[in-house]
């Protein structure tokens, strides 16, 4: 998995590969059943945007 942390002037997402998309508050990634191979990035995402 990639992750990207950015600015955007709309909250509308445009998906071209995946069904759906979420918009999350830090404190909501833990509510997610996350593969194996995306939890270390998933704490590194919490750990930098906390």
């Not at 979420?22 to 509510?31: Q, R």
Request: hydrophobic share 45%; charged share 25%.
């Amino acid at each position: 998995m990639h992750s990207f942390v950015c600015n955007t002037q709309s909250r509308e997402l445009t998906l071209d590969e995946h069904i759906e998309g979420l918009w999350l508050k830090v404190a909501e990634l833990d509510s997610l059943d996350w593969a194996a191979a995306d939890i270390p990035i998933v704490e590194q995402l919490k750990a930098s945007l906390s």
